[in-house]
């Protein structure tokens, strides 16, 4: 696990899907969930626990597990998890098998919750939202984050985790990295600045002035990338035409209808651009096919000059090595000591002539995993507490440092102060794989998935962030300022209809957009894209039954709209910021 997806998840609470396979060490335990009496003495209850979406085990024996264990008051009798293969079908093993657990830990935009919950596998949980008494700290859950996991029958059958404790006041670090991104070093030779490159003509011109440089191999530049594989940073070339092509491709009209993207001529004309700037040896042809290791090969040997792409590959922290700058130097340090050659930097989207930029940034403060209990489960009462306890800054500092003697961190007048010495050494991130070792042996990070809520509002003494991760900042800065990161939109928070044509079909689609987008890119001629485009769009209409899929998805998508979930609002009062541009340790959450 290189360093910079190790910063990554530092900085970005999201579901981690690594490669591993196994079942997480179990207790001898007696199957079920019975209270337990021991030499007289009632223990805690003892639950079973699948989380389908994770493949890196919990050690039930480590130290911060048997730490959130015992303040929690329940034990787990066994904890399993999935084996990097697809959810579904891992799920319909479970079903069928007879075996579905005490909890089950599901993610955001999975479509599993609707059929759990049309099968009757879940509990509802309205109650423990509403018993203020008993569940103090569940009770205090935004009633809109409530409604968004909210099922079609009205009840509530999730509790969400790393949700945003105030969503009115969310953190100003959502992990939206995504737009153009330069090479300063040519911007300047080229005679160019960032403000140069705001409107597509000036972009277009600054590619072609790019085509005359070489690397310091004497290799030709490539003038721009898409990003990684199956067209990554396809969102953002459409943004720049008005078109939504983010998440699932879904542009709602000024009458609430939606319309997939490629239904809207911007659509093409965003294709014709990107096979203009192909025809003219400015977009990387390789972009429509190769694979990701291949795509960041190219990138960290400077091939590129500008891509528009999702962020989080840049070279900067690889260009920082190569220098022998330290990975942790902050961003006001390197700006005084000089920027190493090649430093790639965030800019402003051009602006296409007419068209106003579409969202593509997104922030989601619904949280990232939703956990449920077993219809069948006993004693439902005492994991909702643990859970309830682990809504709170107590449980989240234990969950994410560990204990206080363990030493990543200490309380000073309320305030965190965490020893990355240690919080990024062997005994956490730094240990085994990218700190995987260290999660499995010691339980930290991993029960976050289970139930917690993001820390924007604990008080933490936070170090100044290294420079590459503040340029990422930068970007979703950039994205806030031009309009392009906003809520979540609803078509993307709608699940689809298990076992309806959207579900039945969607895969179908993605791989006719991915056949046909590489014809649209890659058309020799003009005729040739019009017939690629054509042939698209009967492709999605014949085999992807488009016309099926877009009238069930306008009909759900109405009802939805009158639900209080389709009708979620967020107004940003103020975004917390976070120790980006200074250089020393700075308190954030305040």
């Known amino acids: 696990m290189t360093a910079r997806r190790k910063m990554k998840w530092l900085l970005r609470s999201s579901v981690l899907v690594l490669t591993a396979t196994a079942l997480a060490a179990c207790t001898n335990n007696q199957a079920g969930n019975k209270e337990k009496e021991q030499e007289g003495t009632t223990v805690a209850s003892t639950y079973t626990l699948y989380a389908p979406a994770m493949t890196t085990p919990i050690n039930l024996d480590g130290r911060i597990t048997q730490e959130v264990m015992k303040r929690s008051g329940v034990q787990w009798e066994s904890v399993e998890i999935g084996n990097g293969g697809d959810i579904a079908q891992q799920m319909n093993l479970k079903l069928v098998g007879g075996s579905f657990p005490d909890a089950i830990i599901l993610p955001t935009d999975s479509v599993l919750w609707s059929r759990l919950v049309d099968e009757k596998r879940l509990l509802p949980l309205d109650d423990y939202f509403d018993r203020e008494s008993d569940y103090p700290n569940l009770a205090k859950i935004d009633k809109r984050i409530l409604n968004n996991w909210r099922a079609s029958d009205g009840h509530i059958y999730f509790v ?36 140069k490159l705001q409107t597509l003509e000036g972009f277009e011109q600054f590619l072609q002035a790019l085509k005359s440089q070489k690397d310091a191999q004497g290799r030709p530049i490539i003038p721009l990338s898409l990003g990684g594989e199956n067209f990554s940073g396809l969102p953002v070339v459409m943004s720049m035409f008005g078109v939504r092509n983010g998440g699932n491709g879904w542009n709602v009209q000024e009458d609430g209808t939606v319309v997939p993207d490629y239904q809207m001529p911007q659509f093409k004309e965003a294709f014709r651009w990107l096979n203009k700037m192909h025809l003219q040896g400015m977009l990387d042809p390789e972009t429509s096919f190769h694979k990701k290791d291949l795509f960041v090969e190219k990138v960290n040997n400077l091939r590129f000059g500008a891509m528009l792409f999702d962020g989080w590959d840049n070279p900067n922290l690889t260009l920082m090595q190569s220098h022998d700058i330290p990975i942790s130097t902050p961003l006001k340090t390197l700006e005084a000591e000089g920027f190493p050659d090649n430093w790639f930097i965030p800019t402003p989207l051009p602006v296409n002539e007419g068209a106003k930029l579409a969202q593509y940034a997104t922030f989601n403060p619904f949280g990232s995993n939703g956990t449920g209990l077993s219809a069948d489960i006993s004693n439902p009462d005492a994991l909702m507490k643990a859970i309830d306890w682990m809504q709170t800054d107590e449980a989240f500092i234990l969950m994410e440092y560990g204990t206080e003697e363990m030493g990543a961190y200490k309380m000073e007048d309320g305030v965190v102060v965490v020893n990355d010495e240690v919080f990024r050494g062997p005994e956490f991130w730094g240990g085994g794989s990218g700190g995987m070792a ?142 980006v541009y200074e250089d020393k340790p700075a308190v954030t959450g305040e």
Not at 476 to 486: A, H, K, L, S, V
């Open 438 to 579: 260290s999660v499995t042996a010691h339980g930290f990070w991993w029960w976050k998935h289970l139930a917690s809520v993001g820390n924007t509002h604990i008080k933490t003494l936070e170090p100044p962030w290294p420079a590459n991760n503040a340029m990422l900042y930068k970007a979703e800065e950039i994205n806030r300022e031009q309009g392009t990161f906003d809520l979540i939109p609803a078509t993307s928070r709608m699940r689809p209809i298990i076992g309806g044509a959207v579900e039945k079909y969607s895969p179908v689609q993605n791989d006719i957009r991915l056949q046909y987008y590489a014809r649209l890119l890659l058309a020799d001629n003009e005729q040739a894209f019009n017939n690629a485009y054509d042939q698209f769009v009967n492709e999605m209409k014949v085999r992807g039954h488009a016309e099926e899929t877009v009238a069930e998805f306008n009909e759900q998508f109405a009802a939805y709209s009158d639900t209080p979930a389709g009708k979620i609002t967020v107004d940003i009062k103020r975004s917390l910021p976070r120790n």
């Open 160 to 195: 969400p985790s790393n949700y945003e404790p105030s969503v009115d006041e969310p953190s100003a670090w959502q992990g939206n990295a995504q737009g153009l991104w330069v090479n300063s070093t040519l911007l300047e030779k080229a005679g160019f600045t960032a403000e």
